[in-house]
């Protein structure tokens, strides 16, 4: 193994143990590299949808200001019910982005319905919505924390090995 990881192997790695999305954001709040490339299906769908877009967005500002704010993980659900979180990353000291993973929903009964419940307005025809729903990985609860202290471990070797360089 080299010396040290560069972030595009950690989003991998952090993709590969935990099936979330994850992605590094700029101080503005724009994703600059993520693993996969691709929002999940749900996401995609829902990201078509400018009003949906702008929540999603609205969403994101909100969890990036809250772990700024701590200077710690900031575990949350989107406004469309899937788990989200958000580690700032620094650089010799200085906010220089943020790790984002996410969109994955937990596996408890209600879950499924809160979040049909919170698209019913933006996917009309419930046979897409359910087979949308479906698509969304699923994860323990227990299994969503562990994996979000492992990325703040990723998010604390980003910062002190100086790894995110951004312009």
């Not at 994850?22 to 299906?41: K, L, N, W």
């Not at 650089?91 to 220089?96: E, R």
């Not at 419930?126 to 227990?142: F, G, K, L, T």
Request: glycine share 4%; hydrophobic share 40%; charged share 20%.
């Amino acid at each position: 193994m080299k010396d040290s990881l560069d972030v595009m192997l950690i989003l991998k790695e952090l993709h590969r143990i935990s099936g979330f999305r994850v992605s590094v954001y700029d101080t503005d709040c724009q994703e600059i590299a993520s693993y996969p490339e691709a929002f999940s299906p749900f996401c995609a769908f829902l990201y078509q949808n400018d009003q949906c877009c702008d929540i999603c967005r609205e969403s994101h500002r909100i969890a990036f200001e809250k772990a700024n704010q701590t200077g710690d993980v900031y575990l949350y659900r989107c406004k469309f019910g899937l788990w989200e979180a958000i580690s700032p990353l620094y650089h010799f000291g200085v906010l220089s982005g943020y790790l984002m993973m996410g969109q994955v929903i937990d596996s408890t009964p209600e879950t499924r319905s809160s979040v049909s419940e919170q698209v019913g307005s933006y996917i009309e025809d419930s046979i897409m919505q359910e087979q949308m729903i479906n698509e969304i990985p699923v994860v323990a609860m227990d299994m969503i924390k562990s994996y979000v202290n492992i990325m703040a471990v990723c998010a604390e070797y980003i910062t002190y090995s100086n790894k995110l360089r951004l312009p």
